[in-house]
């Protein structure tokens, strides 16, 4: 489909709003920090004031990626983990009453999902889990090129796939704030780490640290990665036991780790699927980092209905 589309990102700490091409290529981006403290009413006079810009563009369709689950054919949100104000708000009506164009809604785990199975890592397969590690933690499933979206409201929410019986979370363990708060305990009893040393006089945001502390073979950046891999892979397991995806894709902010990470998790799993399902899932790093939503967000547009061809499969990981 020709024309210019717009694709919306409203997360939990930044809100990006895309203009680009069917194909999911960016041409042109504004970027705001939230402010939790002004929460919905905030992000919602943010989009308005770009909105002349945005509607200057002679946009065709807009696509919306939400950090939170989503009533994805009404395009109303049914709730954010992060952001008050926004429980029960028709967030795609009312993008639609203000640019005069079709909106799409949908969770931003799956729109990113959308992003790497046609742009990124996920690329040329039938089936792509992504898992998306930052603030909290998100999954999307697309199958053929599509969101797979079951029963209402629609999400893989991994993040509330539970760890054990007594109600332990993967989002309290894997998020980015999960990480933040184990590092902060970890160098409160060992102050002379180089962990330690490099997050000093950090309010927030400590496992943005963990990848240079890891160059530096700090015990317990590696004791903390290990923890953290063993918990992702564990849950991780089950998306292979029961959805069997071609190949899992991470992203979000923790996923900056890198490479330490993915071989982590990738070692980790083995222990924890079936011997008749190794070497499971191939595991991969976003090939679009934070472009991931806004990217899926203009496939999302441009897809609407309709079934976006897949494109050829790319060499190595």
């Not at 950090?67 to 709730?79: E, F, L, N, T, Y």
């Not at 792509?128 to 998100?138: H, P």
Request: with cysteine; hydrophobic share 45%.
């Amino acid at each position: 489909m020709d024309g210019t589309f717009l694709g919306l990102e409203i997360g939990g700490t930044k809100l990006q709003l895309v203009a680009g091409s069917a194909d999911g290529t960016i041409t042109r981006r504004w970027r705001h920090a939230i402010d939790a403290e002004r929460g919905a009413d905030g992000i919602r006079a943010q989009i308005v004031e770009w909105l002349p810009e945005a509607r200057a563009l002679s946009p065709v369709a807009l696509g919306v990626g939400f950090g939170g689950p989503v009533d994805w054919r009404s395009g109303k949100i049914a709730r954010s983990h992060q952001i008050e104000g926004w429980s029960g708000f028709p967030i795609g009506p009312w993008l639609q009453e203000l640019l005069g164009q079709p909106v799409c809604v949908d969770n931003d785990a799956n729109v990113a999902a959308l992003g790497e199975a046609h742009r990124g890592r996920g690329r040329g397969a039938a089936s792509v889990f992504y898992a998306t590690l930052g603030s909290g933690v998100g999954g999307g499933l697309v199958l053929d090129g599509c969101i797979y979206h079951g029963a209402r409201p629609g999400e893989s929410e991994i993040g509330h796939v539970r760890l054990d019986k007594s109600g332990t979370l993967v989002e309290q363990r894997c998020s980015g704030w999960a990480v933040d708060r184990r590092i902060r305990e970890a160098i409160a009893l060992h102050p002379g780490s180089p962990l330690a040393e490099l997050a000093s006089g950090t309010q927030r945001g400590e496992a943005r640290f963990l990848a240079a502390a890891l160059d530096r073979e700090d015990p317990l950046a590696h004791a903390i990665l290990s923890e953290l891999a063993d918990n992702l892979a564990f849950a991780l397991s089950h998306v292979t036991h029961l959805m069997h995806p071609d190949r899992i894709v991470l992203g979000g902010g923790l996923a900056m780790v890198g490479e330490p990470l993915r071989l982590a998790v990738t070692e980790a799993l083995k222990h924890y699927v079936m011997e008749v399902f190794l070497p499971g899932p191939a595991l991969f790093l976003s090939g679009l980092g934070e472009d991931a939503v806004p990217t899926g967000a203009l496939l999302l547009a441009a897809q609407g209905p309709a079934k976006i061809p897949m494109e050829p499969t790319p060499t190595g990981r």
